[in-house]
C-alpha cells in the first residue's frame, strides 16, 4: 500500500515520463521515414502545375498493364509516363494561349479516322462503315454499365483531343517555316562554290598528352564559363561483391544422372514420377507427351521448328535427325536436356516480300492518296508488269510505292508458317516456288508477292531438368556472402574480399532514378538505398541469383563536373589548347614554305573543297581551316588557325563561284521541309529548357 501511495503521489511525474517516451518514439520514427525531411506530395511541378501523386500512379500502372508482354519494369513506366507529363502540361499551356478547342464534330471525325474505333464492331452499320449514333449509343450504354471502362474512355478521349490539339499547334508553327530564295541562293553556293589551297599543319599529336595535362583549378575554371553545359546532377559511386548462387559440378552431375535416368527403362525408376510410367523411360513411353509433361521443366511444345530457332551449338545435330532418333543429353542454356525427333515437315516456313495497294474500304486505307478499287488494281497490275521486267527493282517499288509497314525494309515480312497470313496471301506463298511473283487480292487491298525463300521444320520432344543449385550449395554461398559482408564491417573492403578471394566490382555511378546496376541489372533496391545511405555505409541484398554486398563509396552532390569526368568531357580540348600554344610558336614563319621547314610538315595541296563539306582528305573534318580558306584572297598566307586536330596555316591558290542558278525553286523546298520536318521537337525542346520543372520521381519508386 506504501508503494501505490507513493506511485500516486507521483503520478504527474509518471505521466511526463511516460509522454515524454511517446514523443521520442513517435519523432524516431519521423525522423527516421523523413517525416521532418524534403517530402515531397506531388509527383513533381511543371511551370506552376502540379502532378498529384494519385494521378501520375494511376497513369504509371495503366502504363504497365498496357504493355504486358513486354515486361516493362515500374521506372520504365514511371519515366515514360512522367515524360508525357511534362510534354501535355508544356503544349497544354501553348495551345490554351493561342484559344485552341475541338469541338463535337471534329472529335466524332478524328475518332472515325483511328482505327482503334473506326473498326470496333459495334460502332459500325449494317455496310461496316463507322455510325455516329451507333457510337454514342455504345458510350451511353458504358457510362451506364461499366464505371471502369467509361473512365478508360474519358481519358481515351483526352488523349484524342490533346494529341489533335498538338497536331495543330505544330501545323501552325510549320507554317511559318519556309526557306527564302536568299537563302536558298547561299545554300546553292555552300554546295558549290570550291576553293583549292596548300595548307601545312602540325597535328596536335606531335606533343605527348603528360606535358600539357590540365590542372583540377583549370578544369573547374573552363567549367565555370558554361555551367549549364557542364553541371552534373547528384549522384552516387558504388561498389559491390557479388556471390553468385549457381549449381556446382556436384549440383550439375546429380541433373545430369537424373535425366540419364529418365531415358531408358528401369525397374522401379526411382527418378520416373508418374505411376502409369515407372517401369518405362522417355525411349520407349507409351504416351511421350504425358510423359514429358510429368518429367520434364520444359513442356511439351507441338509446334514445328525451323533450324534458325533451335539452340545455336547443337542447332545441326537437333534439326537433321532422323524420325524417331534421339539426341543427348546435352547442355542448353540452364537446361540438362534428352531431344527425340518425331517428326519433319517440307516448307513449314515460307519468306515473301510484298508491295500493298490499298483503296478506300480496306481495312489500312492509303490516307494520303485515297483511290477507289479500280484504281488500286490499275496501279498494282502495273506495278507488278515492272516488276517482272525487272525482279531486282522489287525492293525500291516497295519502300517508294506500298502502304505497307514493310516498304521501309523494302517490302519484307520475313519468315512466317501456315496460317500465319490471311488466306488468300497465305495460299499463294506456300503453294508456288521461290522466285515466284504474283498478284494477290486480300481484305487489306492488291498485294503484288515475291516468294523469297522456304524453310522445313522438325517437331521435337524434348526432356529437360534445369540446372540450379542445390540446397547444400545455396546454403554454402549464403554463409560467404555474411562472412564477407561482417568481415567488410571490420576492415576495409578490398582487403576482405582479396581475403575470401572474392572480387570486388568497380565502382559505378548512381543517378537517383536509375534502376540498373552495371553486371547485376536491374535493382532499384539497392539504388534506393544507396541514395539514402551515408558514405561507407554496407549492406547486403539478397537477390534471385545470389547476393550482393554494396558499400557506398562516394556521394557527389549537385553541381559541376566532379573532376574524373570533367578530365574526360573536357581534358582533350584544354591539352589541345595548351598544345596549339606551343606549336604556334614553330609557326611563326611568314610563308608556307618556311612554316614547313621549321616544323617539318609537307605543304600539301587541298583541291575543290566546298563550304557545305568540310572534310579534308588525309587530316579530316576541319570547318574552321575551309570557313577561312573561303575568306581569304588569292596568294594571301592565313594567320595560325586552331582545328580539330591540328594547328594549320593555309594559302588560297583558286576560287572557283558557282554558275548562277536560273531559279532556287527546288533548293527551297528541299531546305523547307527539313527545317519543318524537325521544327516540333526543337520547339518542345525550348518550351522544356526554359520551363520551372520540380522533378520528385525518385521519393516515390
Known amino acids: 500500500m506504501a508503494v501505490l501511495s507513493k506511485i500516486r503521489q507521483k503520478s504527474f511525474l509518471v505521466i511526463a ?107 459500325l452499320n449494317a455496310a461496316g462503315k463507322f455510325d455516329k449514333a451507333k457510337f454514342n449509343e455504345a458510350l451511353l450504354s458504358l457510362k451506364k454499365g461499366s464505371p471502369e471502362q467509361w473512365g478508360k474512355w474519358l481519358e481515351d478521349e483526352k488523349r484524342i483531343m490533346q494529341s489533335t490539339k498538338e497536331q495543330m499547334y505544330s501545323t501552325m508553327i510549320q507554317s511559318g517555316f519556309y526557306t527564302t530564295q536568299a537563302e536558298a541562293k547561299f545554300n546553292y ?42 553541371k552534373a546532377d547528384e549522384s552516387r559511386e558504388l561498389e559491390y561483391v557479388f556471390v553468385e548462387d549457381k549449381a556446382s559440378a556436384e549440383d550439375k552431375k546429380i541433373i545430369e544422372d537424373k535425366v540419364n535416368g529418365l531415358l531408358n527403362p528401369v525397374a522401379d525408376n526411382p527418378v520416373t514420377t508418374t505411376v502409369n510410367e515407372a517401369r518405362v523411360g522417355f525411349k520407349n513411353a507409351s504416351n511421350l507427351v504425358e510423359f514429358v509433361n510429368a518429367n520434364s521443366d520444359i513442356k511439351y511444345d507441338s509446334t514445328y521448328v525451323s533450324k534458325k530457332d533451335l539452340p545455336v551449338e547443337h542447332a545441326e545435330a537437333l534439326f537433321n535427325l532422323a524420325p524417331g532418333q534421339f539426341y543427348g543429353p546435352y547442355m542448353f542454356g540452364d537446361y540438362y536436356g534428352i531431344t527425340k525427333n518425331l517428326g519433319r515437315k517440307v516448307n513449314a516456313n515460307a519468306k515473301a516480300s510484298h508491295i500493298l495497294i490499298s483503296y478506300e474500304g480496306t481495312q489500312v486505307p492509303n490516307k494520303k492518296e485515297k483511290r477507289t478499287k479500280e484504281q488500286a488494281k490499275a496501279k498494282a497490275v502495273s506495278l507488278l508488269a515492272q516488276v517482272l521486267a525487272n525482279p531486282s527493282a522489287f525492293q525500291m517499288l516497295a519502300y517508294t510505292n506500298s502502304d505497307d509497314s514493310s516498304s521501309q525494309q523494302g517490302g519484307d515480312l520475313g519468315y512466317f508458317s501456315q496460317g500465319q497470313m490471311v488466306k ?61 559482408e561482417m568481415a567488410a564491417n571490420e576492415k576495409a573492403f578490398d582487403v576482405a574480399a582479396k581475403e575470401m578471394k572474392l572480387i570486388v566490382a568497380p565502382a559505378a555511378k548512381l543517378l537517383a532514378l536509375d534502376e540498373n546496376v552495371q553486371g547485376i541489372g536491374n535493382q532499384r533496391e539497392i539504388v534506393r538505398w544507396v541514395f539514402g545511405a551515408k558514405e561507407g555505409e554496407i549492406k547486403r541484398f539478397n537477390i534471385p541469383t545470389g547476393h550482393v554486398i554494396a558499400r557506398l563509396k562516394k556521394v557527389n552532390e549537385a553541381g559541376l563536373l566532379p573532376i574524373e569526368e570533367a578530365k574526360m568531357a573536357i581534358g582533350t580540348k584544354l591539352r589541345n589548347e595548351k598544345k596549339a600554344e606551343l606549336i604556334k610558336v614553330k609557326m611563326s614563319g611568314s610563308t608556307l614554305e618556311a612554316v614547313s621547314k621549321a616544323t617539318g610538315s609537307p605543304v600539301k595541296e587541298v583541291l575543290d573543297v566546298v563550304a557545305a563539306n568540310a572534310y579534308i582528305q588525309t587530316i579530316g573534318v576541319e570547318p574552321r581551316v575551309v570557313g577561312t580558306a573561303f575568306s581569304l584572297k588569292n596568294g594571301v598566307v592565313s594567320q595560325t588557325i586552331d582545328g580539330n586536330s591540328g594547328v594549320f596555316k593555309i594559302k588560297v591558290k583558286s576560287s572557283i563561284k558557282a554558275p548562277v542558278a536560273a531559279n532556287y525553286t527546288d533548293i527551297s523546298a528541299r531546305l523547307s521541309g527539313q527545317s519543318k520536318g524537325s521544327v516540333s521537337g526543337r520547339v518542345y525542346n525550348a518550351l522544356k529548357k526554359d520551363a520551372t520543372i520540380e522533378d520528385n520521381r525518385a521519393q516515390f519508386n
Open 17 to 123: 515520463v511516460v509522454g515524454i517516451a511517446l514523443f521520442a518514439f513517435i519523432i524516431g520514427a519521423l525522423i527516421e521515414n523523413g517525416g521532418f525531411g524534403k517530402t515531397a506530395r506531388n509527383a513533381g511541378t511543371i511551370n506552376g502545375v502540379d502532378i498529384s501523386f494519385e494521378e501520375f500512379r494511376e497513369k504509371v500502372d495503366m502504363a504497365q498493364k498496357s504493355q504486358p508482354g513486354q515486361n516493362m519494369t515500374i521506372m520504365q513506366a514511371t519515366n515514360g509516363v512522367w515524360d508525357q507529363e511534362v510534354r501535355r502540361v508544356l503544349l497544354e499551356k501553348q495551345c490554351e494561349k493561342l484559344g485552341l478547342r475541338i469541338g463535337d464534330d471534329q472529335l466524332i471525325n478524328i475518332i472515325k479516322e483511328d482505327p482503334q474505333f473506326a473498326q470496333t464492331p459495334q460502332f
Open 189 to 230: 553556293e555552300l554546295e558549290n562554290n570550291k576553293v583549292t589551297f596548300d595548307v601545312v599543319s602540325v597535328p596536335y599529336s606531335t606533343i605527348e598528352d603528360k606535358k600539357v595535362e590540365p590542372t583540377d583549378a583549370e578544369l573547374i575554371a573552363f567549367m565555370k564559363k558554361d555551367e549549364k553545359k557542364y
Open 424 to 484: 488468300p496471301f497465305n495460299n499463294f506463298v506456300f503453294s508456288n516456288p521461290v522466285g515466284k511473283i504474283g498478284l494477290v487480292e486480300t481484305d487489306f487491298g492488291f498485294h503484288i508477292i515475291n516468294v523469297t525463300d522456304k524453310q522445313d521444320a522438325v517437331r521435337l520432344a524434348t526432356l529437360a531438368q534445369k540446372i540450379s543449385p542445390s540446397e547444400v550449395t545455396s546454403d554454402k554461398v549464403f554463409t560467404t556472402a555474411t562472412k564477407f
